[in-house]
């Protein structure tokens, strides 16, 4: 009997052991998840989770880029680095590309301008002035003082404060950006990310004395937002742990190294380390979209017969292609999309109207309409009828002025080209109109500056569509 009672009290032992221990193992579990869950709460990079023998992906908190907005135009600042003295000469190849209210970014000089420059021309970049480092403790040891203040221009820029900034685009005054192409290459990256963009020297040597593994920033390169943030921390005490650097790209590289981000090439930058006639290297049908070029002083014109100014604003003619829709209710007004719309849904009516009796639901009217909202592509800069004359003996002119700017960014699916410099349209169109039973006209757009937009009415071809 005590047999019994002493081998059923071991069993019963062991039975009470080894349900205590798959106890504490499942609580255990249980408590690591939960304590998983928390901390990923707070901090996506956490230690327990990596190791762990499975993924918690629904754990993570890093936001998803994929529901973020398109980036566009209004998500890049331009920290551009230019000097007084050659302020002059540099201006018109940073006013080629530069679109005034629709760009953000400065200019950052080396001292305040002159009296005669006090008159900045809006077509330009807001300009700023470097802070003076000469006071700091390390300057003494600096190297290159004039390539610390353009490394710093990176903080000076950061220290702006814009908001809702994805990349930071840093360039020298001698710099010409394709922002369009700019705006689709970098939609490719995860702007919430570390990323530093750029593309090495078109020759070896520039690469072998500094690094292969470095933008060269006369080229330009971007910085996601993220990264800036990080860097703006370390900047300084960067400097003085390498006061003897002198090049600004190479600190940029170095400091980046130190904080574990490489580059990320982008063949479009193109920084020029080249000479002379440049046609044969443009016309070699690269893969990837120009996205800038640099030394343009030290290159013959790209284009024959013209000064270098005048051969940049060609240049640009292509890339700044406008795809915009314009509705004209000739006598009344004009309407400019930015982005091809379809006749089908520019025929609708804008509803900005209420109807005669109070209802709330829908259906309202005998007809579609269309409901205004905050979407750049699709709702009109407005322009009413202000003046009618005779063009010439068979035609006539009306001329529509705006009434106020739409406030809202440019369309990116139109190419990030705002209407907002536009104040006024000018409609040709011939003194006897014949318009056909059963179709509207079409028009052309003669010409396009001077915030004017031209526009001629004629009768549609057959079988054009507009869609």
């Known amino acids: 009997m005590s047999l019994y009672h002493s081998t059923a009290k071991q069993k019963l032992s062991h039975f009470s052991l080894g349900s205590s221990c798959r106890s504490v193992a499942i609580s255990g579990l249980l408590l690591l998840l939960f304590f998983t869950f928390s901390f990923n709460y707070h901090n996506s990079q956490s230690p327990v989770a990596s190791y762990l023998p499975f993924r918690l992906s629904w754990l993570s908190s890093s936001p998803d880029p994929s529901a973020d907005t398109p980036t566009n135009i209004s998500h890049l600042v331009f920290g551009i680095v230019g000097c007084v003295k050659t302020w002059k000469q540099k201006r018109p190849y940073i006013e080629s ?35 003076d480092i000469t006071k700091w403790e390390v300057s003494r040891k600096i190297a290159a003082p004039v390539q610390i203040r353009i490394f710093r221009t990176i903080l000076e ?25 700019l705006v689709e ?14 593309s090495s020297s078109e020759c070896v040597m520039s690469n072998f004395f500094l690094s292969f593994e470095m933008a060269f920033g006369g080229a330009g390169y971007a910085l996601s937002y993220p990264l800036v943030e990080m860097l703006a921390k370390e900047l300084d005490a960067c400097i003085e742990r390498n006061p003897r650097l002198y090049s600004s790209d190479f600190m940029l590289h170095i400091c980046l190294t130190d904080l574990g981000v490489s580059l990320t090439k982008e063949g ?16 070699a049908h690269p893969q990837s979209p120009i996205l800038s070029l640099h030394h343009i002083d030290t290159i013959d014109p790209i284009f024959p017969s013209m000064n270098r100014s005048e051969a940049i ?8 292609e406008r795809n915009w829709s314009i509705s004209v209710s000739w006598g009344y007004s004009t309407h400019i999309y930015e982005n091809i719309l379809s006749r089908n849904f520019l025929r609708r009516p804008l509803e900005t109207f209420r109807p005669w009796m109070k209802r709330n639901k829908s259906p309202l009217y005998l007809f579609n309409t269309r409901i205004l909202d905050d979407n750049p592509c699709t709702v009109p800069h407005v322009f009413f009828l202000k003046s009618m004359k005779n063009a010439s003996r068979n ?5 529509y002025t705006r009434v106020s700017k739409s406030g809202l960014p440019a369309c990116a699916l139109g190419g990030n080209h705002s209407a907002n410099p536009i104040s006024r349209v000018e409609v040709f169109s011939p003194r006897r109109r014949h318009i056909e039973a059963g179709r509207i006209e079409c028009c052309d757009v003669l010409a396009d500056k001077q915030n004017t937009t031209k526009v001629r009415l004629r009768p549609c071809m057959f079988g054009e569509v507009i869609a």
Do not use: C
């Not at 404060?161 to 369009?180: E, Q, S």
């Not at 290459?185 to 702007?191: E, F, I, N, R, W």
């Not at 479009?268 to 016309?283: A, M, T, V, Y």
């Not at 035609?395 to 001329?399: A, H, L, P």
């Open 97 to 131: 590309w530069w679109r005034p209210n629709v760009t953000r970014g400065y200019l950052f000089l080396d001292r305040a301008p002159s009296k005669e420059l006090r008159d900045w021309p809006p077509s330009s970049p807001p300009f700023r002035v470097n802070e």
């Open 157 to 181: 820029t950061f220290r702006q404060g814009d908001k809702d900034v994805r990349w930071y685009i840093m360039a020298d005054d001698d710099t010409v950006l394709f922002l369009d192409n």
């Open 185 to 198: 290459v970098l939609s490719k990256y995860d702007h919430t990310k570390y990323y530093y963009i750029g």
């Open 268 to 283: 479009g930058f193109h920084q020029i380390d080249l000479h002379g006639d440049i046609s044969g290297f443009l016309s």
């Open 313 to 320: 604003n060609q240049l640009m003619k292509p890339a700044q």
């Open 395 to 399: 035609e006539i002119v009306t001329t």
